[in-house]
């Protein structure tokens, strides 16, 4: 039996992902799949819009991001 690794991170909560916002985007480390299209205005840069991705991080835990095409910085992680 595989023991269990949290890989406990003293200021973040066990269900959040550990990607946060204005990391690159990894789309194949995080296994990204396309979610859907958001008609917002990119915090980095000026790309109007920005694509959502159901994503797991390195831990495990899924989520869900939205990433600007442009800049490929993770604009908001949401659940
Ligand atoms: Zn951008």
């Known amino acids: 039996m595989r ?3 949290l890989h406990v991170d003293q200021h973040q909560e066990h269900l959040y992902i ?3 916002v204005g990391e690159e985007f990894k789309g194949i480390d995080w296994k990204a ?3 859907m299209e958001f008609n917002t205005e990119c915090l980095f840069c000026s790309s109007e819009n920005i ?3 159901r994503v797991e991080d ?3 835990r899924t989520g869900k991001i939205a990433v600007c095409p442009t800049c ?3 604009n908001a ?3």
């Open 3 to 5: 023991k269990a690794d």
């Open 33 to 35: 799949q396309h979610d």
């Open 18 to 20: 550990t990607i946060s």
């Open 51 to 53: 694509t959502g991705y």
């Open 72 to 74: 490929e910085k993770v």
């Open 77 to 79: 992680v949401y659940i």
């Open 58 to 60: 390195e831990t495990g």
